[in-house]
């Protein structure tokens, strides 16, 4: 069964895309940076402080896993 490289590619792209966005809004990295002041304008700051440290660790780490697993699954994208 031949698998289309540049479709694989495309779709390589959006999912990662559609992966990075929330990701990128927890680690509050820009251009999510902006917003992140009122999303978090009323917390308790030990809740806060829970927040933006372990949960951008937790996802930094699940992101790197993520991202190098699908980088080996993948042959045609060991290129990319």
């Given at each position: 069964?031949?698998?289309d490289?540049?479709a694989?590619i495309?779709?390589?792209?959006?999912?990662?895309?559609?992966?990075?966005?929330?990701?990128?809004?927890?680690?509050?990295?820009?251009?999510?940076?902006?917003?992140?002041?009122?999303?978090?304008?009323?917390?308790?700051?030990?809740?806060?402080?829970?927040?933006?440290?372990?949960?951008?660790?937790?996802?930094?780490?699940?992101?790197?896993?993520?991202?190098?697993?699908?980088?080996?699954?993948?042959?045609?994208?060991?290129?990319?």
């Amino acid at each position: 069964m031949m698998v289309d490289v540049s479709a694989v590619i495309i779709y390589f792209k959006l999912a990662l895309g559609l992966i990075l966005v929330p990701i990128l809004f927890k680690l509050t990295l820009a251009p999510f940076s902006i917003w992140i002041v009122n999303v978090y304008a009323n917390l308790p700051i030990v809740f806060l402080l829970v927040i933006m440290t372990i949960y951008k660790i937790v996802y930094a780490l699940l992101f790197l896993r993520l991202f190098l697993n699908v980088i080996d699954l993948v042959p045609e994208l060991q290129s990319f």
